[in-house]
C-alpha cells in the first residue's frame, strides 16, 4: 500500500512535548481500500501525539459517519460513531506496520514520518457493528425498506401443506420420546 500523506505526521524536526493534529477523513479515503463494505465515510479525528526521545504517544478522538449496508433490506444508511483509541509508537530497527494488541507499534529509527491511515482505517472498521439495521423511527418503527420487508415477510416460512409427508417419516418422529 502506497504511503498517502494527506494522512501523516512529519515528527522529526519537532521539539519533544505535546503536539495537536486534525484530520478529516472522506469518501476519497477509500480509494485505498476497495474490499471495504463502507460506501461512503465522513469523519474527523482530532489527534494528539507526545513525542520523546524514546516513542511517540497518540490519542485519538474519531467521530463521524460510515454509510454501510443494512443486512435486512440491503439498503443503505449512515451510521454515526464516536469513539478514543491509543497508539503508542516506539523506536526500533525496523518498522513494524502491525500493531499488537497493546496497540504499541515499531517504527524505525530511519523514518521521519508516520503515516496513520492504515490505523484510522482499521479503527473505523472496528467501530462498525457486526450486524448493521437501520434504527427504528421515532414511533419505534422499523425505518428499513418497506418494499424489501413486505418481499421477505412473504417468502418466510411458507410451508407446502398441499404436499403430504412420506409416512415412513411419521414412524421416525416417534424415536423422540
Known amino acids: ?19 495537536q493534529f486534525s484530520f478529516k477523513i ?17 469523519f474527523d479525528v482530532d489527534a494528539l501525539m507526545e513525542k520523546t526521545s524514546r516513542h511517540l504517544g497518540f490519542e485519538f478522538h474519531i467521530e463521524g459517519s460510515a454509510n454501510v449496508q443494512c443486512d435486512r ?31 504499541r507499534m515499531v517504527l524505525s529509527r ?32 422499523s425505518s428499513c425498506n418497506n418494499e424489501m420487508l413486505e418481499e421477505i415477510e412473504k417468502h418466510m416460512g411458507e410451508e407446502s401443506s398441499s404436499e403430504e409427508v412420506d409416512p415412513r417419516w411419521d414412524k421416525l418422529k416417534n424415536l423422540y420420546n
Not at 500500500?1 to 503536539?19: C, F, P, T, V, W
Open 26 to 42: 472522506s469518501k476519497d479515503f477509500l480509494n485505498d481500500y476497495p474490499e471495504t463494505e463502507i460506501k461512503d465515510l465522513s
Open 1 to 19: 500500500m502506497k504511503e498517502n500523506n494527506k494522512y501523516s505526521i512529519q515528527y522529526s524536526g519537532l521539539a519533544d512535548g505535546k503536539h
Open 73 to 103: 433490506c440491503l439498503d443503505y444508511f449512515d451510521i454515526k460513531l464516536s469513539f478514543d483509541k491509543e497508539l503508542y509508537v516506539v523506536f526500533g530497527e525496523e518498522t513494524s506496520d502491525l500493531t499488537d494488541i497493546d496497540d
Open 110 to 141: 530511519k523514518e521521519d514520518k508516520l503515516d496513520l491511515s492504515k490505523h484510522f482505517y482499521d479503527y473505523i472498521n472496528l467501530q462498525i457493528p457486526l450486524q448493521n439495521i437501520h434504527p427504528d423511527n421515532e414511533k419505534g418503527e
